[in-house]
């Protein structure tokens, strides 16, 4: 267990950086894409990446919780 | 500004005025529900974090909240992306300066947002209670009512860029939440999340070999009778929502009502199935738990689903809460009291995603799938790293956590100077491994 939460943690970090970039990935796809099936492949690639995103952002708190009582 | 003003009928508007009396309710329940999922020795704690809470929400949304959120056909902050304007932002005046106050659609909305509001900040609380302190909770709330929830109502209850999905990119009608599946429950349950990870763990919560232990509440009655008082609050949440962000007839509200039943009673039924197979016995706090669930996803589009499709989403929803909160506190270490995360931020998602697919939208619904599926993307995407980041910069400027001698206390004795039950003898604590 347990990095101490006071350390930066690159996994935190690149957890949330992803969550954004998917976001900013859907919206590209909404903006650049005609309605069709890339639109759509894009905006579910986009929540992909968000996911990964997530996995990340949950494991890194996995990882830095605070010590156990 | 994009010119989509809302105009109801003098029945639609009694109709509205009647759903958002009660609509309150579904704070009372889910304040119940908070208190009886928490310790005894914490329970007037988190009712009064909860009554801190909707008061702190409902201030700040009169001063600045409603500004952001505005109102379709009101005036806001637009930029042309690709030669399409996206609506980004409300610029109407703060204090409600400038709301005709003669029951018009800006002002219902206006209303239905302060119970939103409120509504949302109160989600966080079943998360972090029984550790998160007074004033730290009054903070983030304030942040919650006067920032994150606007900012997201605006762009789908507001004429934003959500709500604008089906003129500007054909996508259906646009992104459909009527009752506030996303608007309110996912954005208060994603909030919840924050605050889990940033509070961590309550003492004792995980024993030395990391395995969970359980606390129960303290009070079963309370928890599912808040389930009861939710419903009534939840109908009117959403038959309002449905009249002011939807465009329904008043014909429709008895359709909105009964979906609104079925999808808490299939998932309070999904959940109590699911416990029975996983422990033997139903269980009182998941089930209602799943009820809860069941009302969070069908919110976002009951005017538009079949009833069939309604007991559907609930039944999924309650079986995903109920194992949602098992997975979070046994594999994730994820410590929510309350079950806020399951119950918003996971029922709510299910709810508006399953709810943009078997809902039957006016035009057909081409492309209404993907309008939720967008709007999902951008309450994952852009609420959560938003509201963990503002919750990171309070707990390292203000603190968000009670001390551990204050927390082994209670939180009745150390933030009120008082208990809920004071005859009753006070346990330390319990859960402890000694």
């Known amino acids: 267990m347990a990095a101490s939460p006071k350390r930066p943690d690159p996994l ?41 995103g997530l996995v990340l952002a949950v494991r890194s708190h996995i990882a830095t919780k605070p010590e156990r009582h | 500004m994009i010119s989509n003003t809302v105009v109801l009928s003098d029945s639609q508007t009694l109709l509205c005025i009647v ?40 201030c700040v949304y009169v001063v600045c909240g409603r500004s952001w959120q505005g109102f379709a056909g009101e005036a806001s902050r637009t930029i042309v992306i690709g030669g399409k304007p996206w609506n980004w932002i409300g610029a109407a005046r703060p204090f409600f300066a400038g709301l005709p106050f003669d029951g018009s659609p800006a002002l219902l909305a206006a209303w239905m947002g302060i119970v939103g509001a409120a509504l949302a900040g109160l989600i966080p609380l079943g998360s972090g209670s029984e550790r998160w302190r007074l004033a730290a909770v009054c903070l983030s709330t304030a942040v919650l009512a006067g920032w994150t929830f606007p900012l997201f109502a605006h762009w789908a209850w507001g004429g ?52 969970p232990m359980a ?157 939720q599926a967008i709007g999902v993307a951008t309450l ?7 509201t963990y980041v503002v919750n990171l910069l309070l707990n390292r400027f203000v603190g968000l956590r009670i001390g551990p001698d204050a927390e082994r206390q209670g939180m009745d004795l150390a933030e009120l100077g008082a208990g809920a039950y004071p005859e009753f003898v006070t346990h330390t604590d319990d859960f402890m491994q000694r």
């Open chain 1, 12 to 52: 935190k970090s690149l957890g949330f950086l992803l969550l954004v970039t998917g976001w900013i990935l859907v919206l590209s796809a909404v903006v650049l894409l005609k309605q069709g099936a890339a639109r759509g492949g894009f905006v579910f690639s986009g929540i992909a990446v968000e996911a990964l």
């Open chain 2, 215 to 371: 606390i129960p509440g303290h009070n079963a009655v309370y928890v599912l009778f808040g389930c009861f008082v939710a419903l009534v609050g939840w109908t009117g949440l959403n038959a309002a929502g449905a009249l002011l962000f939807a465009g329904v007839q008043p014909g429709r509200l008895a359709l909105i009502a009964v979906n609104t039943i079925l999808g808490a009673a299939s998932a309070g039924l999904g959940a109590a199935a699911i416990t029975r197979v996983r422990f033997g016995k139903p269980d009182s706090s998941l089930t209602a738990n799943g009820w809860v669930g069941g009302l969070v996803a069908v919110s976002a589009t009951c005017a538009f689903l079949p009833p069939a499709a309604a007991i559907l989403i609930g039944l999924v929803a309650g079986a995903l809460v109920a194992l949602c909160v098992e997975l979070f506190e046994l594999h994730l270490d994820i410590d929510d009291p309350g079950g806020s995360v399951s119950v918003h931020a996971v029922a709510g998602i299910w709810g508006l995603l399953a709810g943009g697919a078997l809902g039957r939208f006016p035009g057909g619904g081409e492309g209404q799938f993907l309008a």
């Open chain 2, 380 to 386: 994952i995407g852009f609420v959560l790293p938003m």
């Open chain 2, 19 to 58: 759903a958002l009396l009660i609509a309150p309710l579904s704070c009372a329940g889910l304040a119940l529900m908070n208190s009886g999922l928490g310790r005894a020795r914490s329970a007037a704690h988190t009712m009064t974090a909860g009554m801190c809470v909707i008061a702190v929400a409902a």
């Open chain 2, 160 to 211: 934003g860029w959500l709500a604008q999905l089906g003129v500007n990119y054909g996508l259906g009608i646009g992104y459909v939440d009527a009752g506030g599946s996303g608007t309110i429950h996912v954005a208060g349950g994603l909030t919840a999340l924050s605050l889990a990870w940033l509070l961590g763990p309550r003492r004792g919560k995980f024993g030395y070999d990391g395995m």
